[in-house]
């Protein structure tokens, strides 16, 4: 059975009613409502989301990054080490070798026919002496044209292993740096990052809290034009009565036209109040729809529109300015915001401090020259150490960090006020609370004054010796008094509402 009933209460808060019902909604459902439906809240969420990922990034900082790069180059001329002339020369270094060896072979020549006469004197025969020496210029001609051939194959060689061919070049890396001392700025970068991201959390905060004080605002709007309504239709059902008893009256001779026209004016007002409380409520329920995300010309009931009694007088509340400086998510922004400050100066001044990266890689290339130039994929291994020291800016980065300084200044003059400023709105709300409880109090005991009153003037309009004026004047002051008796129980709950939202507890 407490299942079927809680189950059924579920269904009057989110709307799952048979066709024709009207949704009851208390005040906890609206606010789920509009905070679902917010859109500002979204995109907040959406903002905490970006700062929580651009954290993440920052981590990514400290670790070491690789990369992998390729290239392809075609070029119109390829890159030649020797120049024409020596490409034409050298395949010839071998015939112009022996050319120049020309005249020391010519003296040879001469040496090898003084060697002849020198053998012949010496008795060897002619014949023997000239096939040694014919033999021996053979032999030095065939070592001479052997020498040029050599000689010119291998200026040959030469020739074509330094043709480069680079009119095709493909290159390819995977390097890897590791930050070692950036100065300081990659901490900084982090702080800053966990500063964006508490940022985002403090304005999600502050959207919230003010979506909720906006749907208390136009819920109460609502609960009392709804009891004003009720109030101008009771007034007008005691108008009507008292004009339809004067003009009862005027028939028997006993009250004059002056005070039926006095009465009828008086109908006359009251259907006009009616009228514009009832325009009045239409549309604060329509600005209650929009915030709730429901259809505009959907009727709901509110909770708080059947009782009686909107609220009771409550205790006044303790001074809680400390809290409330701890909890307000605008004084944690701009915390934030001078914290952010701090750490941009600690980015700047890191450009005049030294930087230490360490390096490593491999690269391949085609062509490569690892073993002279040769028309294939070759590659190598490399670490390093890279070291950035600034030396001159001519004070760039001293006036960007003093410009620095001076918001952090900024930021934290622009604190001190918002302290203030909350000091004493959270003593203005706190002084409201206790003086819209006062005025509750009054009111609930001018209520009982005005209705006693009201009573004894239809007693006496009844005997015959109040006149209809009098009762009028009871029947304003009834009214009165209970329309303060509603803006009084209004002033309550909004006061509180003011008041949590001065200390940050609005939840």
């Known amino acids: 059975m407490n299942r079927k009933i809680a189950f059924g209460f579920w269904l009057l808060a989110f709307g799952f009613l048979p066709a024709g019902a009207q949704r009851v909604l208390s005040l906890d459902s609206c606010r789920q409502m509009a905070l679902r439906n917010n859109k500002q809240l979204s995109i907040s969420k959406l903002k905490q989301d970006v700062a929580a990922n651009l954290r993440k990034s920052a981590r990514t900082k400290y670790l070491p990054h690789v990369s992998a790069i390729g290239s392809y180059e075609h070029t119109s001329k390829e890159i030649s080490l020797l120049n024409d002339a ?37 008795g060897i025969p002619a014949q023997n002496v000239q096939q040694m020496l014919g033999d021996l210029q053979t032999n030095m001609n065939g070592l001479t044209t052997g020498l040029a051939q050599i000689l ?15 009119r095709n070049v493909w290159v390819g890396s995977v390097m890897f740096t590791q930050p070692v001392f950036m100065g300081g700025s990659i901490i900084a970068l982090n702080k800053m990052a966990d500063i964006s991201e508490k940022m985002a959390s403090h304005s999600m905060d502050a959207r919230r809290q003010a979506t909720l004080y906006h749907i208390d605002q136009a819920y109460w709007q609502v609960v009392s034009l709804h009891h004003k309504k009720q109030l101008a239709e009771s007034y007008l059902e005691l108008v009507t009565k008292l004009d339809s008893d004067v003009h009862k009256m005027i028939d028997e001779g006993v009250a004059t036209k002056s005070d039926g026209l006095t009465v009828d004016v008086r109908v006359n007002e009251a259907e006009m109040a009616l009228c514009k409380v009832s325009d009045g409520l239409v549309l604060s329920r329509m600005l209650l729809n929009q915030l709730c995300g429901i259809p505009m010309d959907e009727e709901v009931i509110l909770a708080d529109e059947q009782s009686e009694n909107i609220a009771v007088v409550e205790l ?53 020259v690892l073993n002279g130039f040769q028309k294939k994929f070759g590659g190598l291994w490399n670490v390093g150490v890279q070291v950035r020291i600034p030396i001159w800016n001519w004070g760039d980065v001293m006036y960007k960090v003093r410009a620095s300084k001076g918001a952090t200044s900024i930021a934290n003059l622009e604190l001190a006020e918002a302290r203030e400023k909350i000091e004493l709105q959270v003593n203005q709300t706190t002084f409201k609370v206790d003086e819209a409880n006062k005025k509750l109090t009054m ?39 209970q329309s303060q008796k509603i803006d009084a129980e209004i002033d309550v709950k909004l006061s509180q509402v003011d008041l949590q939202k001065a200390l940050g507890t609005l939840e």
Do not use: C, H
């Open 86 to 122: 020596q490409k034409e020369s050298l395949p010839q270094m071998g015939t112009e070798a022996v050319t120049t060896l020309g005249p020391q072979l010519a003296g040879l020549e001469g040496s090898f026919a003084q060697m002849g006469s020198a053998f012949a004197q010496l």
């Open 152 to 166: 010119n194959a291998q200026g040959q060689q030469i020739v074509d292993a330094l043709n480069t061919d680079t």
């Open 316 to 368: 006044t509340p303790e001074l809680q300015v400390e809290e409330a400086i701890g909890n307000r998510p605008e004084l944690k922004l701009l915390q934030s915001t001078v914290d952010m400050s701090k750490q941009t100066t600690n980015v700047l001044r890191a450009g005049i401090m030294p930087q230490v990266l360490l390096t490593g890689g491999y690269l391949v290339s085609n062509p490569n």
């Open 443 to 481: 009111a609930q005991k001018n209520i009982q004054r005005a209705e006693e009153n009201l009573r004894t003037a239809n007693l006496g309009f009844q005997e015959g010796v109040i006149t209809p004026t009098t009762v009028m004047e009871a029947q304003t002051a009834w009214l009165q008094a």
